[in-house]
Nanobody, 126 residues
């Protein structure tokens, strides 16, 4: 059974950076599409970035394009989200997700539902 554990959240000032990590256990991520989502209080869960298992294509939502960078390290069995130029509206709980059947390309990302981490809080405030 695949388990995902996020870390790296915290309090940061506007304009600052954080790097989130998602470490997997119980299975190798090599054949899983991976994604980062977030959910702010009172808002729906938002997909931020996804990476395909087949060719490594990466999708970014418009809200984070140019500021966030997703990467995957199969040797470490982990995915990362480098977040730069953070804004107060980036405040949310951030989740990683894995799904062997998700569809990911540079313009689309869908089908994540099988495995989720517990989330890590990111707060952007002065």
């Amino acid at each position: 059974q695949l388990q995902l554990v996020e870390s790296g959240g915290g309090l940061v000032q506007p304009g600052g950076s954080l790097r989130l990590s998602c470490l997997a256990s119980g299975a190798t991520l090599e054949h899983f599409a991976m994604a980062w989502f977030r959910q702010a209080p009172g808002k729906e869960r938002e997909g931020l970035s996804c990476i395909a298992s087949s060719d490594g294509s990466i999708y970014y939502a418009d809200s984070v394009k140019g500021r966030f960078t997703m990467s995957k390290d199969n040797a470490m069995n982990a995915v990362y989200l480098q977040m730069d130029s953070l804004k107060p509206e980036d405040t949310a709980v951030y989740y990683c997700a894995a799904d062997p059947g998700a569809l990911v390309g540079i313009y689309y990302c869908s089908g994540f539902g099988d495995y989720w981490g517990q989330g890590t809080q990111v707060t952007v405030s002065s």
